[in-house]
């Protein structure tokens, strides 16, 4: 039974570290989590140019981001287990190194913080997401580090299985309610029909089919709420589960991804690279479902 035992946080000596750092601290006592790695990538056209000016040296200017790190650290981190702190210069690309770190240490879980409004850059982000073989936690500037209630977003795949797991293990560990937001796609019907009780026919259709779905968990139908969403192709489906999330009050929203997020083969899969486009409120977790990788618990 795997576990999430090892856990990076990207930071980036911006206002958004220390709910990242606060929020690793929480996820690393409800995993139970061996190990926690706090990241900086430091880009080497960032660094300033000396030019004749009185500036540190790189050695120097590189300690000194490093310092700066561990106090922001050790001033939000409040947990007992293993930390580590590991600032890095990338010449080119701070992605590459960023995955390099989450391959090198076999991280099982990172935490990327998400900015509001114009801070909110995804320079990095997709290649990160698609280049990562672990679980991503996305964690807004505002998010509290507390977990009532989480919202699973579905639609009865392998991958959405995987993340329905993942998010059961959570809720019996914190003791938050767990919902559902069941998606299906009406181009994927045999004979798609506009009026309303052909609607009505077919979300009672799925509605069996989520009862089937809880039934393969052990679980009663019924035992678990779900949203029902009937989702064009063309509308933005990460906007819907948002919604429902907010509407529901919800605090944490976990999907799940085939694979790299570049390769999406799912109703979820689709809608994956359009959470990064949204201003996330809620954290948000994806699972990836590697074929090395099967998740049947925390």
Do not use: W
Request: charge should be negative.
């Amino acid at each position: 039974m795997n576990r999430i035992k090892n856990i990076t946080a990207l930071l980036d000596l911006t206002y958004i570290d220390p709910v990242v750092i606060r929020y690793a601290d929480y996820v690393g006592g409800i995993v139970e989590a061996e190990k926690i790695d706090f990241l900086h990538v430091i880009q080497e056209y960032d660094l300033p140019e000396k030019g004749g000016r009185e500036l540190p040296d790189e050695a120097e200017l590189y300690a000194f981001i490093n310092e700066k790190i561990k106090e922001v650290v050790e001033d939000n981190f409040s947990d007992a287990r293993t930390k580590n702190v590991y600032t890095r210069v990338e010449p080119e690309d701070a992605a590459t190194a960023v995955i390099d770190f989450i391959s090198e240490t076999e991280a099982d879980l990172l935490l990327i913080g998400h900015k509001y409004g114009s801070n909110h850059q995804c320079r990095y982000g997709h290649k990160i997401s698609s280049g990562v073989d672990c679980d991503i936690m996305y964690i807004p500037e505002m998010a509290e580090a507390s977990v009532n209630k989480i919202l699973c977003a579905i639609d009865c795949s392998k991958e959405s299985e995987v993340a329905f797991k993942r998010a059961l293990a959570l809720a019996e560990k914190t003791g938050a309610k767990m919902i559902c937001h069941f998606i299906y796609d009406t181009a994927q019907t045999y004979f798609p029909a506009t009026t309303v009780t052909a609607s009505e026919t077919r979300q009672e259709n799925f509605k069996k089919r989520f009862d089937r779905f809880l039934e393969s968990f052990d679980l009663s139908p019924g035992s678990i709420e779900c949203f029902f969403k009937e989702v064009d192709p063309a509308e933005n489906q990460a906007e819907k589960v948002y919604q429902t999330a907010v509407e529901e009050a919800a605090e944490l929203i976990v999907v799940g991804a085939a694979g790299a997020v570049s390769s999406p083969t799912t109703v979820l899969g689709n809608m994956l690279g359009n959470f990064n486009n949204l201003e996330l409120k809620i954290p948000l977790l994806v699972i990836k479902n590697q074929k090395s990788k099967r998740f049947f618990g925390l």
